[in-house]
T-cell receptor
């Protein structure tokens, strides 16, 4: 079955450490997206990528980095520069935005 | 500009109808969507409507679109406890450089027995 997989589901890190969240899709979608979700704030776009080796900052890119070396993969690194990294992170992909997005099941990151 | 607004919370009793409302500001949006998010999970596409339609019905779900007022609603008939979730509306504005969806803040629906 085709889908989009995020791992791990839960992640704990100490303050000051970088951490990488995995997002893999086998839907042959060109575009991929990373969102952050905080209670009562909806979804905020961190980064998005239209094609391999290309990505753009979203609304809240500071303290985050991404890479898009393969069509199937779009990992997100939460760096120590991100002041409030504890959140629920969602990855999505689309073959074309107008068709809607397919979302992964999310990674809950807790920084202690 | 891009802005999608929803009320934060809705509480209904099992068996009643639920109506979740959304307003958007970008008149260029050609598609509008409703997504459902269950606790601790990702978002699941429930339904969508093209901007040239006024209504779309899919089993218990009815979507109404008022383009003049830029208002979108989702009606869930015979609401069940399993419908308790956060519901997001989203628009697809076509006047931006890279087309991407703009999501609302989400409405938390609580269905009580």
């Amino acid at each position: 079955d085709g889908g989009i997989t995020q791992s791990p589901k839960y992640l704990f890190r100490k303050e000051g450490q970088n951490v990488t969240l995995s997002c893999e899709q086998n839907l042959n979608h060109d575009a991929m997206y990373w969102y952050r979700q905080d209670p009562g704030q909806g979804l905020r776009l961190i980064y998005y990528s239209q094609i391999v080796n290309d990505f753009q900052k979203g609304d809240i890119a500071e303290g985050y980095s991404v890479s898009r070396e393969k069509k199937e993969s779009f990992p997100l690194t939460v760096t120590s520069a991100q002041k409030n990294p504890t959140a629920f992170y969602l990855c999505a992909s689309s073959i074309k935005a107008s068709y809607g997005y397919t979302f992964g099941s999310g990674t809950r990151l807790t920084v202690v | 500009g891009e802005d999608v607004e929803q009320s934060l919370f809705l509480s209904v009793r099992e068996g009643d109808s639920s109506v979740i409302n959304c307003t958007y500001t970008d008149s260029s949006s050609t598609y509008l969507y409703w997504y459902k998010q269950e606790p601790g999970a990702g978002l699941q596409l429930l339904t969508y409507i093209f901007s040239n339609m006024d209504m779309k019905q899919d089993q218990r779900l009815t979507v109404l679109l008022n383009k003049k007022d830029k208002h979108l609603s989702l009606r869930i008939a015979d609401t069940q406890t399993g419908d308790s979730a956060i519901y997001f509306c989203a628009e697809y504005p076509t006047n931006t450089g890279f087309q991407k969806l703009v999501f609302g803040t989400g409405t938390r629906l609580l269905v009580s027995p």
